[in-house]
């Protein structure tokens, strides 16, 4: 096990190093910010009135609203990252970590806008009538030439990998381990029942699952984002002394203190992007896949909406546990008590137990909300991978897993999370790139005629009808699906 988490983490600070990934990240999300206008900035209103207000295009086709959509991908990313991830992004790198996890969320809005676009813009129809999409195919879709190909299967092998670590094994090591210490329930018993609580989900489908987040994601950050904010107001005169810590400290790194063993700048910009990324996952794609299944009018109007979800996580969510972290001062424990520091400051900042049920209640909806999603990005890349007959084993062998991932060591889970999230991201930060002209070209036609997301089925049909790509959008079949893999579905034909 020791050499197993000695590879993984070679690997880990190869792909996470300062010549790769973290320039990509960056590099890209910036890149379509620019190209876009601050698209991010500029319609971030309108987008959140849609998604968390108006929550469904009337007349729209697909399998869940574009509320669910919302919340299954809040699901899948409001999860250890926002508890247990920061913490380890602060207890390593020190609260400079934070700004750079601010960072790559602003830039990152621009990244997750486009591949939620291209999720719905070329998502497809499954043999179970269902809509499928995500890099696995607008990767192939929209770069007509081998590479593209490639780039559609290196995605769906490594997300499908990806799924039993990111969405997985970490969610359950982190639910079981608190449970635990908390309880003193075995990690086994924890494991069983988790195992089984996920697997009764999944048989329901998307429809099961979009019904459970929808219900769960929303009660469980007002729970959590709540007692943080207590606690920051009862530390309201350490807040200015917080943020100063923070912006000095990301471009200088942090000397030692505590049990802080100090951090090179270098080191701070790579926790906070990697357990940025791991929280967000702007750039991964993964959402792009939640995003597919919206019933919506336009790719445009649910790319804004998933693009929401980049804020709701970080910029709220994640920051309420790093400001908490750093006000009470816990960061000073060092990273070897990562796993336990967001607890401790919540229990410094609130009164009695309460601290700490809420970390302890809110990991667990968290993770276990976490798990859902991720059960569905894996299963979507199942199916492009093997077709439909490959959906009800995975879900089985997912659920075991689950069991399997409470029970191992957390650092091997860790490792093994952040080695797959690299190599799901690069092939769609690629294909991000080439297909970024499409994406501003279409994003500012619809915008040009909608700029307030008003518009209805009626008024979209007939400012796109003579859009390039807007009738094979409409007949929701691409190459590449299980049904017509292999052929070319002809302009306006239907399922």
Not at 18 to 42: A, E, N, S, V
Not at 271 to 292: C, D, H, P, T, Y
Not at 343 to 351: D, K, V, W
């Amino acid at each position: 096990m020791e050499d197993i988490t000695e590879f993984l983490s070679a690997v880990s600070s190869v792909v996470w190093g300062p010549f790769l990934l973290i320039p990509l990240l960056l590099g890209t999300g910036l890149y379509l910010t620019i190209r876009l206008g601050g698209l991010q900035f500029l319609k971030l209103g309108v987008a959140l009135r849609l998604g968390l207000f108006t929550r469904k295009d009337a007349g729209a086709e697909g399998d869940i609203s574009q509320f669910q959509a919302l919340t299954t991908a809040l699901a899948a990313t409001v999860g250890t990252g926002n508890i247990v991830g920061v913490a380890t992004a602060i207890g390593i790198g020190g609260p400079g970590a934070l700004f750079w996890m601010w960072v790559t969320a602003m830039v990152g809005m621009a990244s997750k806008y486009s591949e939620a676009f291209l999720g719905v813009r070329f998502r497809t129809t499954d043999d179970a009538g269902e809509k499928s999409g995500g890099p696995q195919y607008y990767l192939e879709r929209g770069i007509k030439n081998r590479f593209g190909k490639v780039l559609a299967l290196a995605f769906a092998i490594f997300a499908f990998l990806a799924s039993f670590g990111i969405g997985n094994m970490t969610q359950g090591n982190a639910i079981a381990t608190n449970v635990e210490n908390s309880w003193n329930l075995p990690l086994w018993i924890t494991g069983a029942i988790l195992a089984v609580l996920t697997l009764l989900v999944l048989v329901g489908g998307i429809k099961s699952i979009g019904r459970v987040t929808a219900g769960l994601v929303p009660i469980m950050i007002v729970f959590y984002v709540l007692g943080a904010i207590y606690i920051l107001i009862a530390n309201i005169e350490g807040l200015p002394a917080a943020f100063a810590l923070i912006f000095t400290d990301a471009f200088t790194g942090t000397a030692a203190v505590g049990g802080f063993t100090g951090s090179a700048i270098i080191l701070v910009v790579q926790m906070g992007v990697a357990r940025g990324i791991f929280s967000n996952e702007s750039g991964l794609g993964s959402a792009a896949i939640a995003a597919a299944a919206a019933q919506t009018t336009h790719p445009v109007r649910q790319g804004l909406v998933s693009m929401t979800q980049t804020f709701i996580d970080t910029i709220i969510v994640v920051s309420c546990t790093g400001l908490v972290i750093i006000t009470t001062g816990v960061w000073e424990l060092g990273g070897d008590q990562a796993a336990v520091m967001t607890g401790e400051a919540f229990t410094h900042g609130l009164p009695g137990e309460w601290g700490h049920w809420i970390v302890t209640v809110g990991l667990i909806l968290f993770a276990f909300s976490t798990i859902l999603g991720w059960a569905y990005y894996g299963e979507r890349n199942v199916e492009r991978l093997f077709g439909r007959r490959g959906v009800t084993p995975y879900r089985v062998v997912f659920s075991i897993v689950v069991f399997i991932g409470s029970t191992v060591p957390l650092a091997v889970v860790w490792n093994f999370s952040d080695v797959m999230n690299g190599l799901m991201a690069l092939p769609n930060l690629v294909g991000l790139l080439i297909l970024s002209g499409l994406i501003v070209r279409e994003t500012r036609h619809y915008l040009k005629h909608d700029p307030e997301l008003k518009a209805n089925k009626d008024e979209i049909e007939a400012f796109m009808r003579d859009q390039p790509g807007w009738s094979e959008w409409k007949a929701g079949d691409v190459v590449g699906s299980s049904h017509h893999r292999g052929r070319q579905v002809p302009q306006g034909e239907a399922k």
